[in-house]
């Protein structure tokens, strides 16, 4: 561990803390504030705030791992999330923006009913504590093998800071802090892939380094009926997962919502590419790595190749980006604990003791999401847990809500019966077919069970309730084409700080570019790059500001 990377990590905290912190008066006014940003995020901050939002340091400790091991099959994987995105972009986004909710919950109780709401409700809140722990347990590792610090303190540590940091400052601080851990991990990776594969002696040594079968798309434990499943799962899961929604419904129009999930899309074509080369070139530096040591792969590149104080970065771009997926998850969860538990219990509480209620609530989540990244290790270790999650809750959780949308036929009878019976049918074949019947299933059968089987209970119940001639009225709330000044106000507010930031990281980079031993030139580059990138927004966000105020003179004109 480099003095310069512990000053570059220092740094980099430092501009995501302050970048934070500067909207903790905004985000404790009121609940639309805390929770939805104001309802008007433009579409491409959103669409960013999504892709770091799915995305944490488990996808270089889970997927490298798979691609030391596998080879291109991980970015196979991979690119069924960027079939999901231009899908949802073109037909589900749209629909959620045009329901006008808060939280899904919201949209549960409207469609469905305040008591499917309920067990939707704890259900979602107990998948989410271990969906954030998974998210949580790869950084740990990955600090653990920087710097040497046990991964339980890191845990600890790093799991109080960012749920402190998002009571702080709530889903804008999310949003914006996630475009800049974008910056900071697409300038660390196109600096680390020239200098990985200079590392290895080309593209062509490690083309006849790999072992036989490493370039496949497919294998036989991760085959093109796992890839299929995977990528429907994919879809249901981005498109109904309840942090994931908030995307869509906090962007001003559904023609944003699209672009929210095509951008998705978009960046998920390009970056496993860049992600996944990385470890997979460390099977020609090192091809002995075994069970979790594969998980190691990309940092160990890193640690073999990168110049002095560029780890330190890249590591605390790892670090925050977890926390922009951990922060979106605790801060939808204490926004359905705040306004659809709470607010039913006590309809007269004001906007301040919500706001406090949400904060106290995101603490809660934070320390049972710390409990189960400590448990992650004995729980076969994070790429079954994090595939065991997914075949388990993605396809039986946020599938048959997310059906109603389109469909008028579906009962709280139906949707809760299909979650309740995959739940169940999923637990009994992972942890009592194989111990009981002596059945256990294959990774692909897994998941093609976790998502076949509610889409098969939801067209059954679609063809009775048919033929029953039930339907439910769900009407949308009408559009609203009036842009309202606040809301503008406080996007560009969000706008301005986030490129306050980019600049910092910036300059941040270029100190690093003149320290460096060696490639001092490729990081300047990088540098210049992202802060012309942070002055442009700037002055383009300037103008919007004039045109807003211009604005809000007309109206006082008018009255």
């Given amino acids: 561990m480099n003095a310069i990377d512990l000053i570059a990590i220092t740094l980099f905290m430092f501009i995501v803390f302050l970048t934070g912190m500067a909207f903790s008066r905004t985000s404790g006014d009121n609940m639309k504030s805390f929770f939805a940003a104001d309802g008007a995020v433009p579409w491409w901050m959103n669409g960013l705030s999504l892709f770091m939002s799915f995305f944490s340091a488990g996808t270089f400790v889970v997927w490298g791992a798979i691609a030391y091991a596998d080879g291109l099959v991980a970015v196979s994987i991979q690119w069924t999330m960027c079939i999901a995105g231009i899908l949802i972009g073109l037909f589900i986004a749209p629909k959620w923006q045009k329901t006008k909710v808060l939280t899904v919950a919201e949209f549960i109780t409207k469609r469905l009913g305040l008591e499917v709401q309920k067990t939707y409700t704890l259900l979602f809140l107990a998948v989410s504590i271990f969906t954030a722990g998974g998210f949580l347990y790869p950084v740990a590792k990955i600090v653990e093998v920087w710097s040497g610090f046990p991964a339980s303190y890191s845990i600890v540590l790093i799991g109080t800071i960012m749920a402190l940091y998002t009571a702080v400052g709530g889903l804008w601080a999310v949003v914006v802090t996630g475009v800049l851990q974008f910056i900071v991990l697409f300038a660390a990776v196109i600096i680390v892939v020239p200098l990985a594969l200079e590392h290895v002696g080309g593209f062509n040594a490690f083309l006849s380094g790999v072992p036989e079968g490493y370039l496949d798309l497919t294998n036989g434990e991760y085959s093109g009926a796992f890839l299929l499943s995977f990528g429907l799962y994919n879809l249901f899961f981005i498109a109904g997962n309840w942090a994931f929604v908030q995307r869509f419904t906090t962007v001003a129009s559904p023609k944003d919502a699209k672009k929210v999930g095509w951008m998705f899309g978009l960046l998920y074509t390009i970056s496993p590419l860049l992600w996944m080369l990385p470890p997979m070139l460390y099977r020609i530096v090192d091809p002995n790595l075994i069970g979790t040591q594969s998980e190691e792969a990309y940092m160990l590149m890193c640690k073999a190749v990168l110049p002095v104080g560029m780890l330190g970065l890249i590591v605390g771009g790892m670090v925050f980006a977890t926390s922009s997926s951990i922060n979106t998850t605790l801060n939808i969860s204490a926004g359905v604990i705040t306004n659809d538990i ?53 396809a039986a959780m946020f599938l048959p809500p997310l059906w109603t949308l389109f469909s008028k036929r579906q009962t709280g009878f139906s949707v809760l019966s299909t979650t309740i019976f995959s739940l169940l049918v999923n637990l ?33 119940f679609e063809l009775i309730n048919k033929s029953k001639n039930i339907a439910i009225k769900y009407e949308l709330p009408p559009e609203q084409t009036s842009e309202d000044v606040s809301e503008a106000s406080a996007n560009i507010r969000g706008v301005k700080i986030m490129s306050l930031g980019i600049i910092a990281v910036g300059v941040l980079l270029a100190g690093l570019g003149i320290l460096a031993d060696r ?23 300037n103008k919007s500001r004039k045109d807003i105020l211009a604005k809000v003179d007309d109206l006082v004109e008018v009255e």
């Fill in 342 to 394: 709470y607010k039913r219990l006590y309809p007269n509480a004001t906007d301040a003791q919500l706001v406090k209620v949400g904060k106290l609530a995101t603490m809660g989540f934070g320390l049972l999401t710390i409990g189960v990244a400590l448990l992650v290790p004995y729980m076969g270790g994070i790429v079954n847990v994090i595939l065991s999650i997914a075949s388990l809750t993605g």
């Fill in 519 to 541: 490639s001092s030139f490729l990081i300047l580059s990088v540098a210049t790059i992202i802060f012309i990138l942070g002055s442009v927004i700037l002055y383009k966000n």
């Fill in 428 to 460: 009994f074949m992972k942890f009592v077919a194989p111990g009981l019947l002596g059945i256990s299933l294959s990774r692909t059968n897994e998941m093609i069970l976790g998502v076949g089987l509610p889409i098969v209970l939801l067209i059954i």
